[in-house]
């Protein structure tokens, strides 16, 4: 049982290393293309799909259990560190030419 634990964390580790960079790069090019963002959710979906032990897993179940979010979500929390990265001031652009503050 440790040995199948072992490869599927390699594969994951490959995965995170490899892969999801690329997807992740392409989906700051293009968030708000629907066509885009789920063939690109596709590719996480696929390759979730590939390890055995959670294949009869709904894919959201097998996200959670190889420690992954979905594009989308990785998108939105990239979105809030910078909105809070401007707040704080740790970066030029200016948080009020983007919203206005009550």
């Not at 994951?12 to 090019?29: A, N």
């Not at 708000?32 to 897993?57: G, N, S």
């Not at 990785?74 to 009020?96: A, H, P, W």
């Amino acid at each position: 049982m440790s040995s199948i634990i072992k490869k599927r964390e390699i594969v994951v580790r490959l995965y995170k290393t490899l892969v999801k960079p690329h997807l992740e790069y392409c989906v700051v090019w293009s968030p708000y293309y629907t066509k885009d963002k789920k063939l690109l959710e596709r590719v996480q979906h696929r390759f979730t799909q590939m390890i055995k032990e959670d294949r009869d897993k709904d894919y959201l179940d097998r996200l959670k259990e190889l420690n992954l979010w979905t594009l989308e979500e990785r998108r939105n929390r990239t979105d809030l560190v910078e909105l809070s990265k401007m707040y704080k001031g740790y970066t030029t652009v200016q948080i009020e030419s983007l919203i206005t503050l009550d």
